[in-house]
C-alpha cells in the first residue's frame, strides 16, 4: 500500500489496544477509505456492511440482512428487523456468537451516511450497540463516511448518545505528488515529473482516479481518454461526485463554478453577489462543508481579519472540468491533444500550478529550509490607484524568524530566465507591498517553477531562492 503511514500506525494501535476503540475514517469520494481498511482488517473482518446510496429505510435494513447473512456464513436469510435497534441488537447477538477470537473483533460500516439518514433512527440504533455493548468488549468499530461534513457534524461532534464516543478520528488526504509518483513506480508505469504534473493537474491525487492511467501512453494521451472520451471515468464525475456527498447538491456546484471563475478567489460579499443568495446562514454552511470535504480553501488575505477570507477552488478534478470538459456536448469525443497548445490552457496551467504549491507548502518550506519554522501563509491583492500600481502575489508566507518570503509561481515547460519586464515587474510587487503592509520584517523574493532557473543579470542579487518541481516532490514523512 503507497503512503498511509500515520493512518496504518493508527489501526496498528486501535487493533492491539486493550481497550474497545470507535474510530471514524473521513476522506472526500475516491480517495481510499475502503481500500484502507479493508486492507489492514484483510482476514480478520468480521462484519461489515456499505451503505446504499439512496437507499430508504426498508432497504437499508435488508441490506443489513444479507451483510449478517454472509458474515455468519449461514444457508437461510432471517426476517429483516423492523427498525436499527433490533438490526444492532442482533448484530450484538452475532458478535457474541463468536466466543473469543484471541483478538479483537471488528466491524466496519462504509458509507454511513447513506444509511443514517433524518428519518432512518440509525443512530439511535447504532448509539445503543456501542454504548450497552461494543464499548465494554474487546472490539473495534469503524464507521466510514465521504460526506465529510456530515460526519464531522454528525459523529465528531455529536450531542446526543455519540457525544465524545468516538476513541480514533482519521481524515484521509488525497496523495501527495511523492505518493503519486510511488504509486506508478509500484504499478511498473514510468513517468517523468513533469508528465506527473500534468496528470496531478487534472485530477489530483485521487487514487481511483490514478487508477485509470494506462502504461505506454503520454500523460497527454492519458488525459484524452479518461476525461475526454465520452466513456472516460472523469467525463461525467462531477454530477456523481457532488451528489454522493451533499443534499442538493445544485448549490454546491454552483458556488465550484463560480469560484472556477476567479483565479485570484472571492470574498463571501463577491460570492454572494454573483449567486445573489440572502445573506444568512446558508451560504455560511455551504462554504463551510465545501472547505471540509477538500473542494475549495479560505485564505485570509495579508493584514486582513477572518472575515475578509477570500475562497478559492483547489479540488483539481473540479477545476479541470469547469475548465475544459462541461462545456463539451454529451456524446462528443473532445480533443485534449489540441486543447493542451492553445494559450487557454497556458495560463489556466499556470493558475492550476499555483494550486498544487499550496497543496504542497510544507514541501516548499522544506526546499526553504524552515521546516522547523512556525509560518502561516497568506494572498497579497490590492487594487491599482493613481499613486500607486496595484499588485497581485500568489504566495506570502510569514515567518516567525522575521521574515516574509514573497513566492513568485511559474510554470514552464524549459528552464526559466527572468527577464528585464518581469523583473521590473516583480520589483514592483515587492515595493507596492511594502508601501501596503508596512512591515518591517525583511522581505525574500522566492521563485517556485517546474525546472529551475537561469542564472542572468536580471535575476542575480534578486532572487535569492528558487524551489523547483523535484522539490515539489520530496517525501515527507
Known sequence: MIGRIQEKETLNKAFSSPKA????????????????????FEGKMDFEMVGLKDGNKEQQLRNFTYSLKEASQVDELEAVPQDWLAAFHRLKEYMDSLG??????????????????????????????WNSYAS???????????????????????????????????????????????????????????QLLLLYMTMGGIPHYLDQVEGGKSAIQNIDDICFHPNGL?????????SSLFSRPERYEKIARILAGSWKGLSRTEILAATRMKDG???????????????????IPFNKKKKESIYRLTDNYSLFY???IDAIPEKEHGNWQSLSQTQSWKSWSGYAFENICLQHIDQIKMALGISGVHTRQFSFLTKGSEEMEGAQIDLLIERQDHVISLCEIKFYNDDFALTKEEATKLRRKRSTFQQISQTKKQLQLILITTFGLIPNKHSLGFIEKVVDMDDLFADIK
Open 21 to 40: 476503540e470507535l474510530i471514524a475514517v473521513i476522506g472526500r469520494r475516491r480517495v481510499g477509505k475502503t481500500y484502507l481498511v479493508r486492507s489492514f
Open 100 to 129: 473469543d477470537l484471541g483478538r479483537k473483533k471488528v466491524v466496519f460500516i462504509d458509507e454511513l451516511p447513506w444509511v443514517a439518514t433524518a428519518k432512518s433512527d440509525f443512530l439511535t440504533g447504532f448509539s445503543y450497540f
Open 136 to 194: 465494554r468488549q474487546n472490539i473495534v468499530v469503524i464507521i466510514c463516511g465521504s460526506a465529510t461534513a456530515w460526519m464531522i457534524k454528525k459523529i465528531i461532534n455529536n450531542k446526543g448518545g455519540l457525544h465524545n464516543r468516538v476513541t480514533r478520528k482519521m481524515v484521509l488526504s488525497a496523495f501527495t505528488l511523492s505518493e503519486t509518483e510511488a504509486y506508478f513506480e509500484e504499478r511498473n508505469i514510468s513517468f517523468g515529473r513533469y
Open 281 to 299: 446562514g446558508g451560504l455560511s454552511t455551504i462554504l463551510k462543508e465545501l472547505e471540509q470535504s477538500g473542494f475549495i480553501t479560505s485564505y
Open 322 to 324: 469547469l475548465k475544459y
Open 234 to 242: 472523469l467525463r461525467t464525475e462531477f454530477g456523481n461526485l457532488y
